[in-house]
Every structure is written in C-alpha cells, then in structure tokens.
C-alpha cells in the first residue's frame, strides 16, 4: 500500500516522478442514484498503474471504464474506497491541491476535442496556462513547443474550423501536454475520426509514450486498444482481465 505523505502541491511533481505506483485504487465503488434505484458504474474496482506505463481501458458500453476515468482524473469522487494519486490520498486533499492537479499533473484529451471555436490553435493550447497564471511571453512559447511536438506548429494561427478533425484532435493533444503533465488521459481519442486519422493521431500517443509519458486511454476499439502496452478489461464495474501486452 503507498505511503500517505502530507506534502504541499509544488511537490506533487517531484513525487509523481518518483514514486513508481502512480495510480492504486483499492475497493473503488461509485453508485448513482437514479430515481429510486441504485446504479454501481463500479464495484470494488482494484487497479494499480505505474509511472511510465502505457495502459487501455476497454470495456462493453455501461462497464464503468469512463466513471474509471473521471475519478482517475479527479473529476469525480467515489462513493466508497480509496484512491492514492501518487502516493497520497486524494480522498484527504483540498479543492486548492485538486484544482492543481487537474490543470498541471494531468492532462486530458477528450474525443469531441473541446476547443473554443473563435481561437487560434495557439490560444486554445495556451488556456490551461492562462487558468493558473503564466506570464504571457512564457504563455506563448510554452504553447508553441507543444504545437511543435504534435507536428502542428505551422497551424497554429489556424482556427478550428480551418482544421481537419485530426489536426483539431492534435491541438487538443498539445493543450494536454502543455503544463508537461505526469499523466495523460485520453476518453475515446479517436472516436470521432476515421480509421487513417485514426491512427495518425495513435502514432502521436506512441511518440509521447516513448517519450515518458504514462498514457491512460479508454477505448472500445481493438486495434486502438494494441497501440498500449497493457490492457485492461471492464465488466460490470470490475477489472475482469489485465494483460501486458508487449
């Protein structure tokens, strides 16, 4: 079990890059209540996730894999059990300490890309940076270099609607990296491109991966899936296999 440490969040960085076990959930359970009925989107979900590990998440519509996901990224809070981010206890920290890590530890790619439809491709990946202060000339540079690691520095004065839908899906990619998060999250990153685009924008998360990245995607795409290097299956709101596959 990870040691719980009582840090301040400046060195949240420092400890998602030592600790190996970036991510363990034990008995993780989230149940809504709709109506009178109770639903279990997870049913004591245990996972562990290393620093550097290359991971899907599969699983039939209704397993819980994207519920999986949000309470990964601190968007969401479970009902029940314990989740270490890092070594601590995200259950234990402060909307101040959350806030900080969803703009600065992780990054998230969505499938339908939630770019602002009126700014330049440079101003989209510059927002996250603008949310939490950054001087406006390191702002630009930052947002440049990530624009560039994405092969998508010669469209950065572009607008989305002056794009294709995979050059859109790359912006979104570099205003994920852009704070040079430890974690990247991708929800069906493909899901809205075809199949040759597709793979294209796969190719991107195999490069970041190479790079040190750890890359979490969640998928119901098979040929998607064989890009990671371990898969994990869902069923019915539990790990029903895990598998290293390379």
Known sequence: MPVETEAAPDSFRQELVDNGQVIVTETLWKTYEMGAEQVHALRGLDLQINKGEYCAIMGPSGSGKSTLMNLIGCLDTPTSG????????????????????????????????????????????????????????????????ALQTVDL???????????????RQRVAIARALVNSPSILLADEPTGNLDSQTGNEIMEVFNKLHAQGNTIILVTHEHDIAEHAHRVI???????????KTR
């Open 233 to 243: 299956h869902i069923k019915d709101g539990k790990v029903h296999s895990d598998e």
């Open 153 to 167: 520095e010669d469209r950065m004065m572009h607008k989305p609607n002056e794009l294709s839908g995979g050059q």
């Open 82 to 145: 314990k989740y270490w981010l890092a070594g601590r206890l995200v259950s234990e920290l402060d909307d101040d300490e959350l806030a900080y890590i969803r703009n600065k530890e992780i990054g998230f790619v969505f499938q339908t890309f939630n770019l602002l439809p009126r700014a330049t491709a440079l101003h989209n990946v510059e927002l996250p940076l603008i949310y939490n202060g950054t001087p406006a000339e390191e702002r630009v540079e930052k947002a440049r270099k």
